[in-house]
């Protein structure tokens, strides 16, 4: 049976200078600052046709939960009454489709009052942080900061029925196996009792609690921290929830100890080549091709190590370590990770980038980045496919293409690259 919350751990009225988040995004390489949905807006009216093709889905659906493992019991508690839901499907729509700059991003993610807030939670909470850390091995400012990321510590856990969001999800079929997976999740979870059906609640997508963890994710890393008997990632109480995710870094491959990376300074004449995740050198040899420290301190060992350059030539570049790789498990973006690392340094005290951002132009629409690709492909330079996303052989077909015009190999995707293609 569920239980009532537990005494709230921090004092929500304090935080209610927090800034407010938009929803999380799991398709676009520059996800907005995640945080769940501050109020559930009620299910609007949806026409009868199209309620009763969702409910025949879910009525066909009984049998997988069932053969999955799902009590009778949970099912019919969990599904009683719940209806197709445009508004999570526009929201899906929407945000599949969103782009902005890293720049914009950052100041968002790492604003003052962010790393304010993200101060003041952090001495709030530091007995049991400095507990989690001592277990998990992954420093207090970072949990922190995946906190103040994914729900503006947790201000915005989101209040919409995730059963219902997951079903509609599954039913609607863009991603359909993938949420089908995130309803069987959530079903085994009201299952073992770490909370029931009614307050269940999270994002529009499914995320759940403080650090906004999805189902599956959830049964694979959450906790019960305070040792009372459930996972509790929903309550005032953020124990389970910051210990949950310390769990899951750690299990991504945490290396107790390591920094996530540093910004550096590339020397003039830089192969941008050997930017990208793909290529690992340890310090010493990207400190024997010129890189440096920004601050000019020593490169750390911090075994293999990649360089990423997310404006291009242009703006900062960052040396990243196995540690920034497991952030990205949290969510695969390097904008994200960046944002989580910057922001748990600030947290801890230490100051802004060296260099600046360019500021100018912005992200690439989908539409733009397919006509790079066959733009690109046409002159010689295969993508490898034409979907619109910048990944690896996109990047390798980008750099091709600026050293054949004499242009600074960085692979970075841009408006003016565009257009010089035109």
């Not at 629409?365 to 002159?379: F, V």
Request: aromatic share 10%; net charge positive; glycine share 10%.
């Amino acid at each position: 049976m569920f239980r009532a919350a537990k005494v709230t751990f921090i004092s929500l009225m304090a935080l209610t200078s927090l800034s407010a988040c938009a929803g999380p995004v799991d398709v676009s390489p520059r996800p907005m600052v995640r945080g769940a949905d501050p109020v559930a807006d009620p299910v609007p009216d949806t026409d009868p046709a199209t309620q009763a093709r969702f409910q025949a889905w879910v009525n066909n659906f009984r049998s997988r939960a069932l053969s999955s493992g799902i009590s009778e019991r949970t099912w019919d508690r969990a599904t009683r009454g719940i209806k197709y839901n445009p508004k999570v499907i526009e929201r899906d729509r929407y945000q599949s489709e969103f782009t902005k700059s890293i720049w914009d991003y950052l100041d968002s993610a790492v604003s003052d009052t962010r790393i304010a807030n993200g101060r003041a939670v952090l001495a709030q909470n530091r007995a049991a942080l400095d507990k989690i850390e001592a277990r998990y091995g992954v420093p207090k400012e970072v949990v922190v900061a995946v906190w103040g990321m994914e729900s503006n510590y947790g201000a915005n856990r989101g209040k919409m029925a995730v059963v219902s969001s997951l079903a509609t999800l599954a039913y609607d079929g863009r991603r359909g196996e993938f949420f089908a997976k995130q309803l069987i999740a959530a079903l085994q979870i009201i299952d073992a009792g770490d909370i029931d059906a009614d307050h269940m609640t999270g994002s529009w997508a499914g995320a759940m609690g403080h650090t906004q963890f999805i189902p599956t994710s959830y049964l694979s890393y959450a906790v019960d921290f305070t040792g009372d008997g459930r996972r509790d990632i929903w309550s005032n109480d953020p124990t389970d929830a910051l210990a949950s995710t310390a769990s899951y870094l750690a299990k991504s491959g945490w290396q107790r100890g390591q920094e996530w990376g540093r910004e550096v300074v590339l020397p003039a004449g830089f192969n941008y080549g050997l930017t990208g995740k793909g290529t690992r050198k340890t310090a010493a040899q990207w400190a024997a091709l010129g890189v440096r420290d920004a601050q000019g301190r020593a490169l750390p060992d911090m075994g293999a190590t990649s360089i990423i350059v997310p404006a291009g030539a242009k703006g900062p570049a960052f040396l990243i370590s196995g540690n920034f790789r497991a952030i990205l498990h949290y969510n695969n973006a390097d904008s994200y990770a960046l944002g989580v690392s910057h922001l748990a340094d600030r947290i801890a005290g230490k100051g802004p980038f060296v260099r600046d951002w360019p500021r100018t132009g912005k992200p690439l629409s989908e539409a733009q980045k397919i006509e790079l690709q066959e733009r690109l492909t046409a002159r010689g330079f295969d993508t490898q496919g034409t979907d619109g996303k910048i990944g690896a052989n996109t990047t390798e077909a980008i750099v091709a293409y600026q050293r054949s015009a004499g242009l600074a190999p960085d692979g970075y995707p841009t408006l003016e690259l565009l257009q010089t293609l035109r």
